[in-house]
C-alpha cells in the first residue's frame, strides 16, 4: 500500500495532466468547456476519480462525458507515461456536482437575506405591547407606597392571607 502523501501527490499530477490533454491533444467536438476540479487516486493507486464540471446545458453535459469516455484509453496511456509508476491507475470521470451545490446555497443565502431583511422592517415599525420599560424602580415603589393608605394596605394585607389559607388547605387536605 502507498502512503497518503504519495497518493496525494500522484493525484495532484493526474490533474494537471488530465487537464493539459484536454485542452491541447482531445480535439473531440463533443467536449465542451471541461475543467477538472479534483482527483482522488485510492490508497493502492490502482484507481484515479476525475472529478469535472462542464460550462453549458445539460446536453453539453452528457456529450462531454461521451467525449471523455471515449478518450479515456489516451489519456490514461499518457498518464502512465508522465508519471513513470508501474502500475498505471484506472479513470473513471465523473461529473462533480459542486456547482449545483453552490446554486442552491446561493438561492437559500439569497432567501435568508430577503427574511432578515423583512424582519428588520418589521422590526422597525414594531412598538411594545406595555410599557417600554415594564420594571420598576426603587423611587417608583417609594411613590406608589405613599399614595396608598394604610387602611387599603391592611385590608389587602388580610385579602392576600386568606388566599393563602384557603390554597394551604387545598394542598394539605385539612
Known sequence: MADAPRARKLAERIQQIVARML???????RLGFVTVTDVRVTGDLQNATIFYTVLGSEEERSASAAALASARGLIRSEVGKQTGIRLTPNLEFVLDAVPETAASLEEALRAAAERDAELARLAATAVHAGDADPYRRPDEVDDLA???EDDELEDTLAAYSADEDEADDGVTGR
Do not use: A, N
Open 23 to 29: 485542452d491541447t491533444r482531445i480535439k473531440d467536438p
Open 146 to 148: 405613599e399614595d396608598v
